[in-house]
């Protein structure tokens, strides 16, 4: 966790073509959280790095038998806990996150470091913002229609953000990820970068109002002013246009 008036970000993608779709969308979202407010913000291809996202049965001894977690591991959530923002572009594979992002997830997103369902009482030092931008093949329609968007919103957002106490989170579905129309891979950029500076915008906002020293001694409108920008970048949509 940095600075709170110096937020640093993290895009982080699993995809082998470093020209696809994926990527020049999440050079979009950075564009467009360093446009928010962020004053840093790195790129982290997790295939590229080289971190290998099967759960192995080391994972499965420090899940189970309280054991440290495997050295690569712990090296991926401490480059993480520089950071106060993950956000994850993906493809979408089957309604959801692909193979490699997911694994990342299981192996580094640990007891006592993202999460506490033991009442132990360990600091978690994972970010508490993450945001999601899936690029769909198909039209949002068929995402609505058939509950897909709210199925992934309960997965990401409600069933691994909220259930880490994210502080702020949320999922902007994308489209045109294979379209041959470079004119629609621009506008899908184009609506990564926005949904990016807008919630930026929202959390350097809301991150100001932590750190401002001229409030009166009675903190409740202090209290008022974060609880209510809080609501409001809680509250920005699923789809971005």
């Not at 082998?16 to 020049?24: I, L, V």
């Not at 971190?51 to 591991?73: I, L, N």
């Not at 509950?147 to 989170?169: K, P």
Request: aromatic share 10%; glycine share 8%.
């Amino acid at each position: 966790m940095t600075n709170q008036q110096q937020l640093r970000a993290v895009v982080v993608t699993a995809h082998p073509d470093a020209d696809s779709a994926t990527a020049s969308t999440a050079a979009a979202v950075a564009r467009g959280l360093l446009r928010g407010g962020y004053t840093e913000v790195e790129r982290h291809d997790v295939l590229a790095a080289g971190f290998d996202p099967t759960f192995g049965s080391a994972d499965h001894a420090a899940y189970r038998d309280r054991t440290a977690v495997p050295a690569d591991v712990r090296a991926e959530q401490l480059r993480l806990e520089e950071f106060d923002a993950i956000a994850v572009v993906f493809p979408v594979y089957w309604w959801g996150l692909p193979g490699p992002l997911k694994g990342w997830v299981d192996r580094v997103f640990t007891r006592d470091w993202a999460y506490d369902d033991t009442n132990s009482g360990a600091e978690l030092a994972a970010p508490k913002r993450l945001y999601f931008f899936p690029i769909g093949a198909v039209g949002e329609s068929t995402y609505r229609k058939h509950g897909y968007l709210d199925g992934m919103n309960a997965q990401l957002v409600d069933g691994l953000a909220n259930y880490m106490g994210a502080e702020d989170s949320g999922l902007f579905l994308l489209g045109d990820g294979e379209s041959d129309d470079s004119d629609r891979h621009r506008a899908r950029e184009a609506a990564a970068e926005d949904a990016a500076a807008s919630r930026a915008a929202c959390a350097s906002a809301v991150s100001s109002t932590r750190t401002w020293s001229d409030w009166p001694d009675d903190q409740s409108e202090a209290e008022l002013v974060f609880a209510s920008l809080t609501k409001i970048c809680q509250g920005s949509g699923s789809i971005a246009r």
